[in-house]
């Protein structure tokens, strides 16, 4: 598609929904905070990036030039205890770091393939970045906003929320007293700062610290806020188009992100901010220690006592689209079912329409009612994408376009009333926005697996060389046989079709 439409975006640094302006017209700027690898990916993370990964295939899609910028925080992301998450991981699994890092970015590069998610354009790790972000660190010693103290290197937050009355704060809504009394960074160290809303920029590293690096103040390892702030500085800029990342990550993190980058700099990191919600349980907050938690690998075993069933990943990720990335969405089984049954409707939908046809001859020329409102439920998917990303809306356009499909096929609107070109139109709308802009396939039918859809078609043909020899025994047999692998046949006046029950 080439024409570039406009969009409107809700961001979380205005408050409301902005009709988008990109800094280079045509092209656009995206980070967004990745994993920290130090255990699995949980379901929560894995909507962020389904949501982000629409989005930067939406945007590709109407026309524009995206570089998406996604981070591996590897080092720097401390426990309330003031311990590193890696270094942790590193303990409790026995292994150096860096197996931990490399061991769940695999991991996660793993679940992201499973979600049928695009990479980004450029995947930067923290630990690769360390000269970046010593150097930012100095930036903003320089600007008077980072003080050394016992080899570490704070951030003054009370001189910099004086100063920038109009910056700390803005982005996750709340008021200088009340950030300052939530902040709980570095409880370790909080006898050096000289307030407890001060978070560290560098850590001087303890004797018994794995990762440690040389800086001009000690050997010590970068503070967690701090990467994004370099590496996005780094790759897209001083001020980018596009910030995202989870809603629990607006305080304290991107919070700093932007005092660090306005503290080095004087400038904005990002025009735009983007939160994606939370994840709901059967309408509580997932929590480990209350046990109300499942994992992507539990919801598509079923091996868990919150689900009856176990869901696959196309159908999960279906679920998390059918609600707009900014709302909670509640996990129960109830709904996973009717997502199955919505998912399911909508590949063979997508399947049957492909299949059709329209004789020029029985088309008298004229636009009819019907190709008005198939044009105009295109147009709605469309503008539910503009905005803010509105996956639900464009979704509920699909399944309208689908009811014109199933009364074509069965003969409750007449051939001549669908203009063909309108026909193929709604072909190509249909299968383009589940794939390349929903990101969906049809794994029931092997969607792409050449092997199964060619297996499928010849065991299909020799069921229709036996009926048409009127040989309902081995008719009956193959339908059977196929039903009790999960595979349903559909003789229809269209033809024959398959898919998974």
């Not at 982000?52 to 205890?81: A, E, M, P, S």
């Not at 008005?372 to 803010?388: H, K, N, P």
Request: charged share 25%; glycine share 8%; proline share 3%.
């Amino acid at each position: 598609m080439n024409e570039i439409r406009t969009i409107k975006l809700y961001s979380s640094l205005s408050g409301k929904k902005e009709v988008f302006e990109p800094i280079v017209p045509g092209r656009i700027g995206m980070y967004v905070c990745g994993p920290t690898v130090y255990n699995d990916v949980h379901l929560g993370n894995c909507r962020t990036f389904v949501s982000f990964d629409v989005i930067y295939r939406y945007l590709q899609h109407i026309g524009y030039k995206v570089r998406y910028v996604r981070n591996i925080t590897d080092v720097g992301h401390l426990l309330d205890d003031g311990e590193d998450r890696m270094s942790k991981g590193a303990r409790l699994d026995q292994l150096e770091p860096m197996e931990v890092a490399q061991k769940y970015t695999v991991g996660f590069h793993d679940m992201m393939r499973i979600f049928n998610t695009h990479s980004p354009s450029i995947e930067p790790r923290a630990t690769g970045h360390i000269p970046e972000q010593i150097a930012m660190v100095q930036d903003i010693i320089d600007r008077g906003y980072g003080y050394i103290k016992n080899g570490s290197v704070y951030f003054d937050v009370i001189k910099f929320a004086k100063e920038n009355p109009a910056v700390y704060g803005k982005l996750s809504g709340r008021v200088i007293d009340e950030l300052l009394a939530e902040s709980r960074e570095n409880l370790k160290n909080q006898d050096e700062k000289n307030h407890p809303a001060d978070f560290a920029i560098w850590i001087k590293a303890s004797e018994e610290h794995i990762m440690r690096w040389k800086s001009p103040w000690s050997v010590g390892f970068p503070g967690w806020h701090l990467e994004c702030s370099a590496m996005s500085t780094k790759y897209l800029g001083q001020t980018f188009d596009i910030h995202g990342g989870g809603g629990d990550l607006k305080f304290p993190h991107h919070e700093n992100e932007v005092a660090q980058n306005f503290g080095a700099c004087g400038c904005q990191p990002a025009r735009y901010w983007l939160h994606a919600n939370m994840l709901l349980l059967n309408g509580r907050k997932m929590s480990k220690s209350e046990g109300n938690t499942i994992s992507p690998q539990e919801l598509f075993s079923g091996d868990s006592s919150f689900v009856s069933k176990g869901y696959s990943p196309m159908v999960v990720k279906f679920f998390m689209l059918m609600a707009h990335y900014r709302s909670t969405l509640d996990i129960t089984d109830d709904a996973l079912l009717a997502a199955e049954k919505g998912f399911r409707k909508l590949m063979d939908t997508n399947k049957l329409l492909q299949g059709m046809s329209i004789d020029p001859r029985d088309f008298d020329g004229s636009e009819s009612d019907t190709d008005r409102a198939i044009l105009q439920l295109i147009d709605e998917a469309y503008q539910g994408m503009d905005d803010d990303f509105n996956t639900a809306m464009a979704l509920a356009s699909l399944n309208e376009l689908g009811s014109y499909v199933n009364k074509l096929a069965n003969k409750q609107i007449a051939a001549g009333e669908v203009a063909p070109w309108v026909l193929e139109r709604l072909k190509t709308v249909f299968h383009t926005f589940i794939s390349d802009i929903l990101g969906l396939k049809d794994e029931t039918s092997g969607d792409g697996d050449d092997t199964v859809d060619g297996l499928m078609e010849l065991i299909l043909d020799i069921r229709g060389m036996a009926r048409a020899q009127k040989d309902w025994t081995t008719s009956d047999k193959i339908r059977d046989a196929l039903a009790e692998v999960g595979i349903q046949v559909k003789d229809g006046k269209e033809g024959v079709s398959w898919s998974k029950q």
